[in-house]
C-alpha cells in the first residue's frame, strides 16, 4: 500500500506600477525545485464543474521576443507528446508534429540554436 502524499507547486510575481510582470519565480516541492526564476508561464486547467480550461499566460518584461518563440515551440511539442500519453490517438498527434516542424521553419528556430 502506499500513501497519500500531497506536493505543492507556488508561483510569486513581482509586478510593476502597471501590473505588467517584472520577475517571476516557482517552487516545486515534489521535483524539488526551490524559488527559481523565469519569465515566461503557461498555466493551463481544467475547471471539472464548468468542463472548460483556465488559462494564465504570464512573462516579464526581460522576456525577448526569439526565447518567446523558442518557448511556445517548446511548449507545443510537449503538449503533442503529453496528448499523446494520455489519449493515445497517434494520428491526430503525428498531425500536431508536422505543425512543430512548420512552426519552426517559420520562426526560423534553427538559427536561433
Not at 44 to 56: F, I, N, T, Y
Not at 61 to 78: I, S
Not at 90 to 107: G, N, S, T
Amino acid at each position: 500500500m502506499s500513501k497519500e502524499k500531497t506536493a505543492q507547486i507556488n508561483i510569486t510575481v513581482k509586478t510593476d506600477e502597471h501590473n505588467v510582470p517584472e520577475a517571476m519565480n516557482w517552487t516545486a516541492t515534489d521535483a524539488n525545485i526551490k524559488n527559481k526564476e523565469c519569465k515566461a508561464m503557461i498555466l493551463s486547467v481544467w475547471d471539472k464543474e464548468d468542463k472548460a480550461a483556465l488559462r494564465m499566460d504570464l512573462w516579464t518584461k526581460e522576456m525577448m521576443v526569439d526565447e518567446m518563440k523558442m518557448f511556445f515551440y517548446q511548449t507545443l511539442v510537449t503538449m503533442a507528446d503529453n496528448f499523446q500519453k494520455a489519449t493515445g490517438e497517434d494520428a491526430i498527434v503525428e498531425d500536431l508534429r508536422d505543425y512543430c516542424v512548420h512552426f519552426a521553419d517559420k520562426m526560423k528556430l534553427d538559427q536561433m540554436r
